[in-house]
């Protein structure tokens, strides 16, 4: 059996007719079919989770300045990859503790203790009193970010409608691109100097006169965590985790609120049972035992934490450390930092246009996409020269090239794993596969500066190869049920 094949029910008990037929209604549904405000709430914590991870992507040159000794803003990205790795290495432990006690427990709950962790990494950010600090306030806050990437793409994989789970995953992507740009010209402002346009921004702070403005930046996530928590009590618990664990009329209320809610739009189809399993794997003890004692489901772990690993050394390479990158290749900070700031409006205009086509293709193809309209970005920004305007437009594309696959993969990597370890699942290839990202940069780092620019961004981009190659081995799933995909 291929790593793409659809995998048997080892051991498995015949699933309850009444179970069978909720997860047929859940299926004939057309559009989001939960209150539009979950989305708002879901959203609002991915914004959150995306401003955190590239917030240090401009503010760190100040950051280290007042933090390490003898760092100046040409050598600071020498500083950068131990908080990028640990914050990273963070991601991998909290992942693979958390996400499957969200397979135990249910989605819901873990999400509230997901966020609640980051915001309180965030907030031991912004009262580091030196690097040490600084970095293990990294490492808790990557606990918490990385079991929330997983649960949170879970839980939208299992509410979203059969033939719009990508969509979804990529409406929440949406604000995740928000998140970035946040991070990213909030950093501008508060953490360089005045500079004229385009070298800078003619009305930043940063700066002698006003050295805090990292700590602004993590004190305001803290503050976001703190609202993405109190909004998320709000939210419903994933009806096929409730119908996997045997609770089938909290499933079916669920249902039927969603089966209303989609009426309005218009006459439901009636739903079929064809696609359906009639059996599924107990769920274990241990939700790991699910994923490594099946050999499918071992197979696809690994394709897919290979796909992530080398996917993320280009990822993180952009997201985190960019400015720092330009930097050492001779820009000035402002300029490395409009440079980047420019750039996220590309992440969020890639996030929006993807959300209204990325269910037109099946997901794996998405990659080679990216990989070209990345490299293309590269190269412009390599030979941009003097022309600001090439280089905005270089970067603009190398933001939407490294991030255009990542929500098609999201929902992807989620669908290839059962109800009872799909978190598990995505914790062990993307959770683990954020390793590839600090690695990344550990190695790239040193050598970045001694390259031409064109070759240090070609280099960086070049991961995303290895990356879309082996996603062409991943199994179809657009538009199929979950358990016929993963039972």
């Not at 427990?105 to 040490?132: E, F, H, N, Q």
């Not at 909290?250 to 218009?266: K, S």
Request: proline content about 5%.
């Amino acid at each position: 059996m291929s790593a793409a094949a659809t995998p048997s029910a080892q051991g498995g008990e015949r699933i309850p007719e009444e179970s069978r037929g909720i997860i047929a209604r859940l299926d004939r549904l057309e559009g989001w079919s939960l209150s539009p405000w979950y989305l708002v709430i879901i959203g609002l914590g991915f914004l959150f989770t995306f401003y955190d991870i590239f917030d240090i992507n401009v503010s760190f040159v100040e950051t280290c300045t007042q933090l390490v000794h003898g760092c100046t803003p040409v050598n600071a990205l020498s500083s950068l990859p131990t908080p990028t790795v640990l914050n990273l290495a963070g991601y991998v432990v909290g992942t693979l503790i958390l996400s499957p006690i969200a397979d135990r427990i249910g989605r819901r709950k873990m999400m509230l203790i997901t966020v609640a962790i980051t915001g309180l990494g965030a907030l031991y950010s912004a009262l580091s009193a030196d690097y040490l600090n600084f970095t293990i306030s990294r490492i808790i806050t990557g606990v918490g970010i990385g079991a929330d990437l997983a649960i949170v793409n879970t839980y939208i994989n299992e509410v979203s409608p059969r033939r719009s789970r990508a969509r979804f995953a990529t409406v929440i992507f949406v604000n995740s691109a928000l998140g970035a740009l946040v991070g990213i010209w909030l950093g501008l402002f508060l953490t360089t100097e005045k500079s004229p346009w385009p070298s800078g921004l003619p009305f930043a702070i940063g700066g002698a006169s006003f050295a805090d403005g990292w700590r602004w930046m993590y004190g305001i996530g803290a503050i976001l965590a703190l609202a993405a928590l109190a909004l998320r009590l709000a939210l419903p618990e994933s009806p096929r985790w409730l119908l996997q664990r045997g609770q089938a009329a909290a499933a079916e209320r669920l249902a039927a609120a969603m089966e209303a809610r989609a009426g309005r739009r218009g006459s439901l189809a009636e739903p079929s049972l064809e696609n359906v399993p009639v059996e599924w794997a107990p769920a274990k003890a241990v939700p790991y035992g699910d994923i490594f004692r099946h050999p499918v489901y071992l197979r696809r772990v690994i394709l897919l934490f290979f796909m992530w690993f080398a996917g993320y050394i280009t990822v993180y390479a952009y997201s985190a450390g960019f400015t720092s990158v330009l930097t050492s290749l001779k820009y000035s900070p402002p300029e490395a930092g409009v440079i980047a700031a420019v750039g996220t409006i590309g992440f969020v205009a890639e996030a929006a246009v993807m959300s209204f086509i990325v269910e037109k293709l099946e997901r794996r193809y998405w990659l080679p996409i990216a990989t070209v309209v990345t490299f293309v970005g590269a190269i412009l920004v390599a030979l941009a020269g003097a022309s600001i305007t090439v280089a905005f437009i270089g970067a603009i594309l190398i933001f939407a090239g490294f991030n255009l696959w990542v929500s098609p993969s999201y929902a992807m990597s989620a669908e290839n794993f059962p109800t009872r370890a799909r978190s598990t699942g995505f914790a062990l290839v993307d959770g683990i596969g954020h390793l590839g990202g600090g690695i990344g940069i550990l190695v790239l780092a040193p050598i970045l500066p001694h390259l031409s620019v064109l070759a240090a961004l070609l280099l960086i981009s070049a991961f995303l190869i290895v990356a879309a190659v082996l996603a062409q081995f991943t199994v179809h799933t657009r538009g199929r049920v979950l358990e016929d995909v993963s039972p």
